[in-house]
Each structure stands twice: as structure tokens, then as C-alpha cells.
């Protein structure tokens, strides 16, 4: 048997952006899928705003996941039918927001990632950073405890990326807790603290100061215990 993720022991205040990091199939994006309710462990705990998320029904699991925890996704995941618009909409409708209340949330979250003149464009009709500004627009639809984001860099050029970061420094300063699977050494630099994935395991654990520097490095070997977003998630072996 392959343990994906093993003895993880994990704690990350709320507000805190952190960047993980490792090589291809360490476990980086299986942890992800854990944090936001995409999987459960094998064996564990998993809490979320000081609640026991694991054990919920698939149904609960899919109410929890619209209302508290925002996903962008590498390959963006935008419904291609729908204007820029109507995607960062649809998680406000889904959670019950009235149209009104939706639609001005989008107008406000557009704004914000600089593509309010682009609201009525479908996402074959955007570059791949104003598709992925779309995706973490409807990311924070409705005020997610969190957002995890995997390889959100992954498909863009050097000028796209460069706004993705500029926009995640944004939500850094915004006090947004969020949470980044990454390869790219500049991503993993806007992070407030940084972790290393090996086997499975987390292998080390800086902190950033302003910089992008180290602060702090701890080995965190295969130690055994949970993983946990501070007061908002923990996930125990």
C-alpha cells in the first residue's frame, strides 16, 4: 500500500498564507484535496472552523466546501458556457445569495482582480491569467475561511503570473488565509511561511520575513499528529 500523505502534523493560523512545496508526487496536492473536503484520510481527523469535517456525509461535505473554502485550480475549471460574470456568480447562487446579491458580488470581486471591463467575456474569449483572475475571483465568492490553490502559476507566462502573484499579495494583505501548492520559487516567495513535502512527510518548515527570506527553518520529519489551518482546520492521525 502507498501512504500519499503521512503522519502530517500541520498547524497554520488563520490569516496565514503558506506556500508547499516538493518535488512531483510527494503528496502536495493529495494534502490539498484533504484540507478543502476533496478526500478524506484513511485514518484521522480533519476540522474546519472548529468543526470535524471528515466524517461528514458527501451532501454536508458539498454545503461546507461552497461556503467555506474557495479552490483555484491550475487548469482554472471555469465554465465555458458561462461570461466571466456568470462564473464568479455561480458559488453566491449555489449557496443560496439571491441574484441581485450575487451579481453586485461579482461586479465588486471583478473590480478587484482588475477585470470589471471584461465581466461579459467567456473564458474563450480571455488569456490564461485573466481565466485564472477569473477563477480566484470566484474563489472568493462567498468570503471562503480559506483558499487553496494548486499550482495556480502553473499554466501562465512570466506577465500573467506576475498579476496572480501582485493579486494573492493582495489577499496576504487582506488577512485572507490561503494556502498554495507550487513549483514556482516565486510563488512560494509571497508566502508568509513555507513547507516542504517529501514521501509523503513534511520535510521542513520556514518562516518568511517581507523579503521572501527564511526566518525560521524547523525539520519536521515524520512526525505523527494532525494537520490543521489554526482555529479552522486540523486533521489528526
Known sequence: MVWAVDGVDLDVPAGQTLAVTG???????????????????????VWLGGMRIDHLSERALARLRRRSVGFVFQAYHLMYELSAAQNVE?????AGASPRAARRRAEELLQQVGLAGRARHLPSELSGGQRQRVAVARALANDPLVVLADEPTGNLDSAATHDILRLFDELRAAGQTLVMVTHDERVAATADRVIS?????????????????????SHQGTGSGGTGLGALLRWED
Open 90 to 94: 455561480l458559488p453566491a447562487l449555489l
Open 23 to 45: 518535488p512531483s508526487g510527494c503528496g502536495k496536492s493529495t494534502l490539498l484535496q484533504l484540507l478543502g473536503g476533496l478526500d478524506r484520510p484513511t485514518e484521522g481527523e
Open 197 to 217: 513535502m517529501r514521501d509523503g512527510t513534511l520535510a521542513d518548515d520556514t518562516r518568511l520575513d517581507g523579503d521572501g527570506r527564511g526566518m525560521r527553518h
